[in-house]
């Protein structure tokens, strides 16, 4: 059953329940969604923390090179986090599949817990390669 602004009850069996769809996402889908905004808020608070003051999350509204979890950073930052350690290489993944010309890392965190970087080989060539770079080392 559907109504004017494309609401939807599902159906169980011959009753409604009271779960409302709305484009395929329920309302407790929201409280995900509200969970994940926080945890990418709190991880701008480590980017501000450490000097990228201009750090912020952008609008989810796809993945891609113009839209990573977290902007004003010098790497396209996916950010993972809540109740159970997410699946990394998933999370890698999708860093890789939405970084373009940036270099990916995983920041991640479990509730209560510290956050934690996942960084694929190429960004520690980078990284290693600025280390060098900076104090004189070839």
């Known amino acids: 059953m559907v109504d004017m602004y494309g609401l939807k009850m599902m159906e169980r069996g011959h009753l409604f329940s009271n779960t409302l769809r709305v ?10 969604r509200d969970k994940g905004k926080r945890i990418e808020r709190e991880a701008c608070t480590f980017w501000h923390l450490v000097g990228y ?15 990573p979890d977290i902007m004003n950073v010098p790497f396209h930052v996916e950010v993972k986090g809540g109740k159970t350690t997410p699946d990394i290489y998933a999370a890698v993944k999708q860093a890789w599949r939405d970084c373009g010309d940036e270099y990916p890392i995983v920041q991640v ?5 510290e956050w934690l970087f996942v960084v694929p080989e190429i960004t520690m060539e980078y990284l290693l390669e ?9």
Request: hydrophobic fraction near 15%; aromatic fraction near 0%; proline fraction near 3%.
């Open 130 to 138: 600025c280390e060098r770079r900076d104090h004189g080392k070839k």
């Open 23 to 32: 484009k395929g996402n329920t309302l407790a889908g929201k409280k995900s």
């Open 109 to 113: 965190r479990r509730d209560r817990e």
């Open 53 to 67: 003051e201009d750090a912020c999350r952008t609008a989810q509204v796809k993945g891609g090179p113009d839209s």
